[in-house]
């Protein structure tokens, strides 16, 4: 497997990263002008979501021809004409490989709904009556799992939205065209893939209702979830590429399997489970504050349970699916600067792949949107009239988005104070936050103390320190559930990461602050006590031991 230990990977949402052709919409072309901007960063790798043909029903993760690329991003020019000169500069390109589903739109479903048995054999067509869905399973965006095709007769699985049809991953065609998908741009010279919800492939044999919950224990790591991965990563040579899964819901047993190095499956997986602790039972609309108790377990579950396996994390806390971390687990109002460097330095000591979402960097918030009428995402439509039909007034409604879409994430990165934040000549496609006047790169690269210049040094220090690379991790408990410290060792070398996740000063106790030399923090200096210090409110810092 490729060595990916000292590297941190940026991802790339292009509708929202930097409009190149003033057409309000981000685009190739745009990240090719940022490209600059990355190596300063210091970053490795670029994951960009999907640009391939897409009626964009969910932003490109219905793609509707896997071996194009979508005019409103722009064509394989510029795709090509990106993956060179990234490498130029050190930098690798990752595309991402929607492998789950098609987009209902794809000359493959269009077959099957003519009737082409051929065609019908690559998705997962039931028979059925039109009243009475073959299943209760739940898709993903709210509503039952299947669409029923009155032509046909038949019912036909989605686990997202309508317009995004499940692939039949047990029909070996299906598998050899996404393995010729791969093989198309691993020869355009891309550096790695992302793999979209990739333990969901594999279904059960038996098709059945699910009487404790909503299906996804049928088809969470399937039952040839392993096998059908070794296949795609073998028959195309791919283990020596940078590889990351989409775990949907998965098990610790799992992930090690999918990334231990002797498996020869993925480089490494991303998992949510710590992206939960937010949610009311399970339920990610219902608000309920962070639990950080829970989210200190999982980390230690999770950080050790792999290293003692040899298995090995993507570690992260935001991408386009989530909220902007420093408005959820910290605080974007007083505490914005500090509580931003707490949280990226909690990721960035862990042993894992740390990676970097657009806009990250700067501390970007939550988009704050009043209106139903500002959310672009699927999810978060469905949601608003889900809620609505479960009793909620519309205020309640919002407040809930406010928190809780996607699309707090998703709104344009902020380059600099200038109209439309520096993105777009046009109105963009989204709106952004005010906060874009102070909250841009332009003034926070100035800014030495910027939580720009803290991320670009976190970066750093991985490339420096072996023990942040591959040190072993152990975590540190306290009685208090705000304090998420960990230790990481390799041979004589030792790191310990100490952050407050909260508004009040905690005492640290037993440890000889003269033994260690603090190599980052978000505060000045260490507040000594007679037996240790004093971890102020969302402070964070590192102490190397001499
Ligand atoms: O997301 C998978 C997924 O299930 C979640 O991230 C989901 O969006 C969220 O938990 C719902 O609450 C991937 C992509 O990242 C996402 O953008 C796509 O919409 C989805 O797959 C379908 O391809």
New binding site residues.
């Given amino acids: 497997m490729g060595n990916f230990k000292d590297k941190v990977v940026y991802q790339i949402y292009p509708k929202s990263y930097y409009d190149a052709n003033g057409d309000g919409m981000g685009d190739i072309r745009g990240i090719i002008e940022k490209l600059d901007y990355l190596k300063w960063l210091g970053i490795n790798d670029i994951w960009i979501?999907p640009v391939f043909v897409s009626p964009q029903n969910?932003?490109g993760?219905?793609v509707a021809d896997y071996k194009k690329v979508d005019p409103l991003y722009g064509d394989m020019e510029d795709l090509e004409e990106l993956i060179l000169s990234a490498k130029e500069k050190g930098i690798g390109i990752m595309l991402d490989m929607?492998f789950?589903?098609t987009s209902t739109e794809h000359e493959w479903f269009k077959r099957a709904l003519q009737g082409e048995k051929e065609y019908m054999d690559y998705y997962i067509f039931k028979d059925g009556e039109p009243d009475q869905p073959p299943t209760n399973w739940e898709s993903?965006?709210g509503g039952n799992a299947w669409e029923y095709v009155p032509s046909l007769k038949k019912w036909y699985l989605h686990l997202?939205?309508r317009t995004?049809a499940d692939l039949n991953w047990e029909n070996p065609k299906v598998r050899r065209e996404l393995k010729d998908v791969i093989l198309f741009w691993k020869e355009k010279g891309v550096t790695g893939f992302r793999f979209?919800?990739v333990n969901l492939i594999s279904k059960p044999e038996k098709y059945e209702n699910d009487q404790e919950g909503d299906g996804r224990r049928f088809y969470t790591d399937g039952p040839h979830v392993h096998e059908y991965l070794k296949e795609l990563v073998e028959d195309t040579g791919i283990a020596d590429m940078i590889t990351v899964g989409?775990m949907?819901s998965t098990s610790l047993e799992n992930c090690i399997r999918y990334t231990d190095p002797e498996e020869k499956e993925l480089s490494m997986c991303f998992n949510?489970h710590h992206l939960k602790v937010d949610y009311k039972d399970g339920n990610?609309w219902e608000l309920q504050k962070p639990d950080f108790k829970a989210l200190n377990a999982l980390f230690k579950k999770w950080q050790e349970g792999m290293e003692q396996a040899n298995g090995w994390n993507a570690v992260f806390w935001c991408?386009?699916?989530?909220p902007r971390i420093v408005s959820r687990f910290g605080n974007d109002k007083e505490y914005w600067k500090q509580s931003a460097k707490m949280l990226g330095t909690a990721i960035h000591m862990l042993r894992g792949t740390p990676y970097v979402y657009q806009g990250e960097e700067l501390g970007m918030t939550n988009a704050g949107f009043t209106h139903i009428e500002q959310y672009k995402d699927?999810?978060s439509k469905n949601y608003y009239e889900i809620l609505l039909k479960q009793g909620k007034t519309s205020k309640e409604a919002l407040s809930v988005l406010r928190e809780r879409s996607?699309d707090n994430g998703r709104t344009p990165m902020q380059w600099n104070g200038e109209e439309h934040a520096g993105f777009s000549k046009a109105e963009p496609w989204i709106g952004i936050p005010d906060n874009y006047t102070w909250i841009n790169v332009e003034a926070e690269k100035e800014d030495s103390d910027s939580i720009l210049n803290y991320y670009r040094k976190l970066i750093s220090l991985r490339k420096e320190l072996p023990v942040i690379q591959d040190g072993s991790v152990e975590f540190i408990s306290h009685e208090n559930p705000n304090v998420f410290a960990y230790r990481r060792s390799l041979g004589e070398e030792e790191l310990l990461v100490f952050c407050n996740l909260g508004e009040e000063e905690i005492e640290i106790d037993g440890i000889k602050t003269e033994d260690y030399e603090r190599i980052i923090g978000n505060y000045q200096g260490i507040a000594v006590q007679e037996n240790g210090f004093m971890l102020r409110l969302y402070e964070t810092v590192v102490l190397k031991k001499m």
Avoid: G
């Fill in positions: 979501t969910d932003n993760y219905d929607v789950n589903h993903k965006f997202f939205d995004q979209d919800v989409e949907s949510f990610k991408n386009h699916d989530q699927v999810e996607r």
